[in-house]
Structures are given as C-alpha cells and as structure tokens.
C-alpha cells in the first residue's frame, strides 16, 4: 500500500513525494515575501556570507534556494495535518517558529564561526527576525494548499 494522507477539504491524496514537491513551491510563496522583507533591512548581504559573498542579489537567490528547501520540510513534515488554509497559517507559523531558533539562532551563526546565538534571541534583530520567520511559514502554510489544489 502506498504511503499517502488524506489532506481533508483538499480532497486529494498527497504522496510524500507530493508533499515534497507541494512544499517547495510554498516555500518559494513564503521565501519571496521573507526576501523582499530582508532586502527593505538590508540583510541579504549577511545571507550571501553563507557562500562567501556579500552581494544582495547573491543573498536573495541564496535565500530562495533555502527557502525551497525549508518549504519541501514543511510539506513533509506538516504537509498531511493541512486541509484547510487555517490549517496551513496553524502549522506554518509553527514551523516558522522553529526555523527562528534553528537558522538565525544556531546553523546560520554557527557556519559564520560566531557559535549558537541562543542568548541574543531577545534582542530587536532576533525579534524582527521571528517575525520574518513567523510570516515566512504563514505564507507558505496559506500557499501550501493552494498549490495542491492547484497541481492536482
């Protein structure tokens, strides 16, 4: 038997291959508003250190590429418990959440060679931060979905 959920409302089974696929391309939904919210506060030159660049538009592609990625774990991860976009902005701002603490807290800091951030996670550019990472998941759990519904 094949491994599929039934994703409710949305009335189509999603493969986990599905969900991968499904949650990439949210994740680009979510990856471009992030983006465009990085790139108003002049972070995407940080995001382009990741591979040893300083340029905004070399952060932004690299920004997206690992935005398609987060989203692929959404969609795996989350993607079989949303059937509903209340569901979907629900589990999103979940996984946003925890992608705060992951990424701009502990993996991101840690390539830059400053270690875990755990300690800064108040500061103002933490709390901005989170609430990038919350719309970020938001957006790609309302698109999540949408881009089911879509492709089906």
Known sequence: MADVSRAGSLGVETSPG???TGGAIAGLVG????????GMMGMLPMVA??????????????HMVISAIIGAGFGLLFGGRVSTLQD?????AVYGFIWWILGP????????GMGPQLGMALSMP????????????IATGLAYPKVLRRFS
Do not use: D
Not at 31 to 38: E, N, R, T, W
Not at 88 to 92: C, K, S
Not at 105 to 112: R, Y
Not at 126 to 137: E, I, K, P, R, T
């Open 49 to 62: 250190g990741l591979v040893g660049s300083n340029n905004a538009a070399v952060g932004f592609v690299v």
């Open 105 to 112: 807290l502990l993996i991101m800091p840690t390539m830059m």
């Open 31 to 38: 990856g471009v508003l992030f983006g465009l919210m990085m």
């Open 18 to 20: 599905r969900r991968l």
């Open 126 to 137: 933490m709390l901005m931060s989170l609430v990038g990472h919350l719309l970020y998941g």
């Open 88 to 92: 979907g902005a629900l589990w999103g």
